[in-house]
C-alpha cells in the first residue's frame, strides 16, 4: 500500500517562499512519476507541475513556470516542492500524487494518478 504525505504548508505574505515535502511509503515511488495539484475554495483541481520518475524531466503549469520548482530524492522517497515568489492567488491546498509503478512519464491531468495525499494548505496574503 502506498501512502503519500504532505507537509511544509502554512501563511506566508505575497513574495515570500514555501518549501512542500511528500514522503511515500511503499516500493513504488522511485519507478513512477509524480505530480503536484492544487484546489482552492470553490474552484476544481488544478495541475502545478510533475516530474519523471527519475527526475530528469519537469514540466508545469504556465501559472507557476518560473516560480515553482519541483524535485525529488528517489533515495529518501520524498518530493518536493519549492514555491517562490508566492501570490495571493496561489492560496489552495496543494496535493502530492503518485501514479501508478511502471508510468514513468510526468502527466498533467489528475486521473492519470493513482495514489494521493490528504494535501496541505498555503495561504498567500496580500
Known amino acids: 500500500q502506498v501512502q503519500l504525505v504532505e507537509s511544509g504548508g502554512g501563511l506566508v505574505q505575497t513574495g515570500g517562499s514555501l518549501r512542500l515535502s511528500c514522503a511515500a511509503s511503499?516500493?513504488?515511488?522511485?519507478?513512477?512519476?509524480m505530480g503536484w495539484f492544487r484546489q482552492a475554495p470553490g474552484k476544481e483541481r488544478e495541475f502545478v507541475g510533475a516530474?519523471?520518475?527519475?527526475?530528469?524531466?519537469?514540466r508545469y503549469a504556465d501559472s507557476v513556470k518560473g516560480r515553482f520548482t519541483i524535485s525529488r530524492d528517489n533515495a529518501k522517497n520524498t518530493a518536493y516542492l519549492q514555491m517562490n515568489s508566492l501570490k495571493p492567488e496561489d492560496t489552495a491546498v496543494y496535493y502530492c500524487?503518485?501514479?501508478?509503478?511502471?508510468?514513468?512519464?510526468?502527466?498533467?491531468?489528475?486521473?492519470?494518478?493513482?495514489?494521493w495525499g490528504q494535501g496541505t494548505q498555503v495561504t498567500v496574503s496580500s
Open positions: 500524487a503518485l501514479r501508478a509503478p511502471g508510468r514513468l512519464a510526468a502527466a498533467g491531468t489528475a486521473n492519470e494518478y493513482d495514489y
Open positions: 511503499g516500493r513504488t515511488f522511485s519507478s513512477a512519476a
Open positions: 516530474i519523471m520518475w527519475s527526475g530528469s524531466v519537469t
